[in-house]
Every structure is written in structure tokens, then in C-alpha cells.
């Protein structure tokens, strides 16, 4: 689950000094941000909150990555959900349902869909680290303060006219380079989704960002809740993850229970 924008995760493991934040360049900062997300392998074991008015439900599950284009995640509660598999390889997105005991495949298209009824997408699920320099051309807008803390302010714009999130807005934690907020527009201007980062921790020597939240702003009095349990950075991953017998598997792979 390397992803989570792209979206989430913006970090550095060192602040830079003053003159040497003047002289970044909104790609520079970007790269670093990058550099501290990527790794060969991620693993993670999460606990997803979906808030949806008053009424609000926890789903578990854990996910296997490796780069941007190979993602597979294991839903394990609650109990309706346990079993149901993702399996994403490029734009091909597989999932398996339980109930219906098969596989179905779907187009590129189904990855801006809902993921399980959420305010992420399987896009944003399974996406998240892909290099936004590549994606994207950026611009330093400002230096502003986001809760308290000290950010550049990026502006994104997408080199694909067809991107979901054809711009997106982000401020950028000044000294330890974590994307503190991110805002998603469609290429109309339209305001799509805003991400926060609610808490961060060290892990493994970097800062990560540990619990988050996803509000889908075309939706009414909703957000969804992601709090990484369990991460592990370039670990090795079991043979045949990324595979449709690891979809009819019938049992989860995993290195840790969640607790």
C-alpha cells in the first residue's frame, strides 16, 4: 500500500537550514518528499474508520506493494468483507469475492471507483507512490503555516488531461518535508477530496505518516480514517503475492496479527 495520493505521504528524514530551503525549487522539494516515501517493497497492516454521519465502520485489512504498479490487499474484517482480495498489476485491477467464490477483472476506470464503500478510491489505495514529478508540473505558490506548523504551498497541475485529480494543492511540513494537506480538484476547479495527516511517527529511520483522513467533499458528512498498524519498509514479499492463485488463496498472508 505504497500509496494513500501519492497522496499522503510527503516526507524527509532531515530538516534542511534556512538557506537551503530558499534555494529549493518546487520539484526539489517534491523529490525529497519522494525519496523518503519509496522503497523496493511496502507492507502494511491497516485499520480503515468509514464515517458516514453518525454511523461509523471499521474495516481491516493488509497489503502487500512493490513500486507503483504491483499492489495486493486482503480485506479481514469485519466479517462480510473477510476474504475479499485486490490484486492490481498496471491499470488492471482484479478482486475476488468471497460470496460469489470467483475473480472479476476490471477496466482502468473502476480504479476511481469507491474502495469499499470509503472516500479512497482504489486509486488512491494503490497508487500512492508514484513519483509526482513524472505526473505532474509544480509550482511553489506560497509559505504558509498549516495548523502551527511552517509549509511550502505546491501547486500540482496533471500532464494528463484525463487525470482524475487534474490539479491538486500541497502543504508541505518546512522542516521535516511531510505533506501536512492535500487538495484534489478535477480539471474544472472543482474541489474533489481533501486529505490531512493526523499523526506521524518514526519508522525504520524516516518519518511516515501513520493516521490520516480522506474527506470526498461531493459527498455529505462523510471521511474515512487510515491508521497504518503495522509497516515494514523493503521487507521480502512471499512468493506469488502478486498472482490470481494468491486471489483464490484460502487463507490471508501476513507477518503480524493487527492488534
Known amino acids: 500500500m505504497k500509496n494513500i495520493v501519492l497522496i499522503m505521504v510527503f516526507v524527509l528524514s532531515a530538516p534542511l537550514s534556512g538557506q537551503d530551503q530558499a534555494a529549493l525549487t518546487p520539484e526539489d522539494i517534491l523529490s525529497n518528499v519522494h525519496q523518503n516515501l519509496s522503497s523496493s517493497t511496502l507492507y502494511t497492516e491497516t485499520e480503515m474508520r468509514i464515517t458516514m454521519g453518525h454511523k461509523t465502520l471499521t474495516k481491516t485489512f493488509i497489503s502487500f506493494s512493490e513500486g507503483p504498479e504491483k499492489s495486493f490487499i486482503e480485506f479481514l474484517g469485519p466479517q462480510r468483507d473477510r476474504g475479499t482480495k485486490i ?26 471507483q469507491r474502495l469499499m464503500g470509503s472516500d479512497f478510491s482504489y486509486e488512491d489505495i494503490t497508487e500512492q507512490s508514484k513519483e509526482l514529478n513524472k505526473d505532474y508540473t509544480a509550482t511553489l505558490l506560497d509559505e504558509e503555516e498549516f495548523q502551527g506548523v511552517p509549509c511550502f504551498v505546491v501547486h500540482l497541475e496533471s500532464k494528463d488531461l484525463k487525470s482524475n485529480y487534474y490539479t491538486q494543492k500541497i502543504w508541505v511540513d518546512k522542516e521535516k518535508f511531510i505533506g501536512r494537506k492535500v487538495e484534489f480538484y478535477a480539471r474544472s476547479g472543482k474541489l474533489l477530496k481533501v486529505l490531512t495527516v493526523d499523526e506521524v511517527r518514526v519508522i525504520q529511520g524516516r518519518f511516515y505518516p501513520v493516521k490520516f483522513t480522506m474527506q ?44
Do not use: C, W
Not at 492490481?88 to 477496466?107: D, E, H, M, N, T
Not at 497504518?228 to 501476513?254: Q, S, V, W, Y
Open 87 to 112: 490484486l492490481k498489476i498496471g491499470k488492471v485491477l482484479k478482486i475476488y469475492f468471497p460470496s460469489a467464490g470467483r475473480i472479476q477483472r476490471y477496466s482502468h476506470h473502476m480504479l476511481k
Open 216 to 259: 470526498d467533499k461531493l459527498r455529505t458528512n462523510t471521511k474515512t480514517e487510515i491508521i497504518l498498524k503495522e509497516i515494514r519498509f523493503d521487507a521480502p514479499i512471499p512468493e506469488d503475492t502478486f498472482t490470481e492463485r494468491n486471489l483464490m488463496r484460502g487463507h490471508p498472508i501476513r507477518y503480524h496479527p493487527i492488534t
